[in-house]
């Protein structure tokens, strides 16, 4: 893995006529990464089959890189992910035939968020009990608060939306 200027500092040389200063302690170099922190990114057709399979990326993914995720972290993580490419097919499709899907993962969290190019900002609205849809993003909200995560709508340079949940990876 290459450093990318992380390590120590350079020391200071002494003048050639003075007497060198006494060498402070080195500031300690920040850590290396961990073997799983890394961002990845894959993008996917705007269609139903696209749901499980980003589930099912999302999960291997976190898998193969060994991420230290509790089974409940992971179950609530990929229904993040399956309400946030169910949304874009449901809702975006037709300004945004394709999706993106990236999840980055830190020492102490482990962020996921789909992107699409349809520039209209959901909301979660309090959906009526009598419908059977609506409760995706509220959903999301409320998966993410109980990990004490946070989750937020962005606008995207291209003038599409990024919507985007980020869980600790130890309890809050």
């Known amino acids: 893995m290459e450093n990318h200027g992380r390590g120590s500092d350079p ?7 003075d007497p060198p200063d006494p060498a402070p302690d080195p500031a300690p170099a920040p850590p290396d ?12 057709s705007a269609v139903d089959a696209s749901v499980p399979q980003a589930r099912h990326a999302v999960r291997d993914l976190l898998f193969r890189q060994g ?15 399956s309400e946030l490419v169910t949304n874009v097919v449901r809702h975006a499709v037709l300004l945004s035939p394709t999706l993106a899907v990236e999840v980055a993962v830190g020492a102490e969290w482990v962020r996921v968020s789909v992107e699409d ?11 009526d009990h009598d419908e ?5 993003l509220l959903l999301v909200r409320e998966v993410t608060r109980e990990a004490g995560g946070v989750c937020d709508v962005e606008h995207t ?5 990024v919507i985007w949940a980020a869980l600790p990876l130890k309890p809050a």
């Open 33 to 44: 990464p961990l073997p799983y922190e890394g961002v990845w990114r894959f993008t996917a």
């Open 132 to 136: 059977t849809g609506g409760r995706g």
């Open 67 to 81: 991420v230290p995720l509790s089974d409940e972290l992971l179950q609530g993580l990929l229904l993040i992910v």
């Open 117 to 127: 190019n349809h520039p209209y900002r959901p909301t979660a609205l309090v959906a």
């Open 11 to 17: 020391r200071p040389e002494g003048g050639r006529d």
């Open 157 to 161: 340079a291209s003038g599409g939306k």
